[in-house]
């Protein structure tokens, strides 16, 4: 690919007119990618890297139909969604009819934010009450109302902390959380962390009048890649939904088949787990922005009683609705879903395999290609979680055997030099490529980094081939 800028022009360009907290992946030496195809990324010298973060990716880089329906449709016709269509109404009714029945209207946005924020106006208008309970360590968008639902964001350096009318949850994490597996069984913590969020449906109701909406993903992805033990979900709709709220599953980060076994990650807690607003995002367009809302008639019925319009530029115009329905095309017709659980299974097995050779491995979870390995001691690269030591895996969903072998191969030489060195660090770090050569820079990078509050920069996990 022929390229406009020298790499380094490219940068100082974009620190004169980029705002500075647009953070780039690794600082020290930021990645000029200049092309991509399946799981592969390319710099502007033509280096391959293995990619295992780009979650938006979902059927892989630049899928020949995506790309291709994306410009049938643009050299045709693009305009809002005042208008007649057939993509839109054809995409609504395919969408819906992959979710549990009475998911069956849809507001189509551009991005997990505004689907979110959406999702919120819904709740409120619906239920008449103000109150949100949300997860710690969540992030679920980067708009005013997010920030304040996002202990992620609004607890950390330029966060306002939180409001009175956010109510903050324990993650039920099993391994590292409140409530352990080491002091209690998992139906004991299953119980705590969903009588945690009664507990705050109770004080909503006492200093509100009650709660709007209980938040929250439906596999932590930011705190760490938490898959919640189970009956949590089923325990915590019930306090909520009794306490006259609604719930809601962020998909953004966990839908589209990335869990394997299900389209949904909610669908992993049991099939009589029917969230009443679910939002969907990064993977739906598979690099384009397309998000959507999915809720129940009633809910929608109760936002249009108000008599305000929902009018939204971009949504789920045509070229959004063909771009999205080559996605669910190719996720089925390349058998995505059982690619993500053999691979998903097979890293798991080799993750835990590791776990027994290297001790700073501590806790391989997750389920598909959502996966994260919890380091004991020592932060590398990838780092998220509040304590910044949780490798994410979340590749694109064509990663292939080879690719999964390469990458254990990789982390394991990683772990053995890590475990060698003499000044193993135990602050966070930026960035580790991972090279045939084991670049000595990867220490210097394994002690200049520090956690960085930005959502998607701790998710660094980039093989150089
Ligand atoms: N929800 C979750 C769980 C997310 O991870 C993100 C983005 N990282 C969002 C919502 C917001 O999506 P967007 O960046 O498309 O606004």
Redesign the pocket.
Known sequence: VKQKLTKEETLQLRKKHIGPSCKLFFRSDPLKIVRAAGCYMYDEKGCRYLDCINNVCHVGHCHPQVVSAAVEQMSVLNTNSRFLHDNLVLYAERLTSLFPEKLNVCFFVN??????DLAIRLARTHTGKKDVITLDHA????VTS?IDISPYKFNHPGGEGQRDWVHVAPVPDVYRGKYTDKDFTVEECTKKYADEVKQLCDKATKLHGGVSIFFA?SMQ??GGQIVYPPGYLRQVYSHVRAAGGVCLA?E??VGFGRVGSHMWAFQTQGDDIVPDIV?L??PMGNGH?V?AVITTREIAESFGATGMEYFNTFGGNPVSAAIANAVLDAIEKENLLDNATKIGNFLKQEFNRLKGKHAIIGDVRGEGMFLGVDLEQYVLLSNDGPYRNVLKFKSPMVFGMEDAKELVEKLDAIMTEMEAAENIVTNGMEKLMVNGNHDPRQQQQLTNGHANNN??APSEIQVKV
Do not use: F, M, R, W
């Not at 991005?111 to 979110?116: F, I």
């Open positions: 991005s997990g934010s505004e689907a979110n992030y679920h968008g980067h997010l993903e992805s930011c962020d953004v980060q939002t995002g990064k922005p998000s959502i998607d």
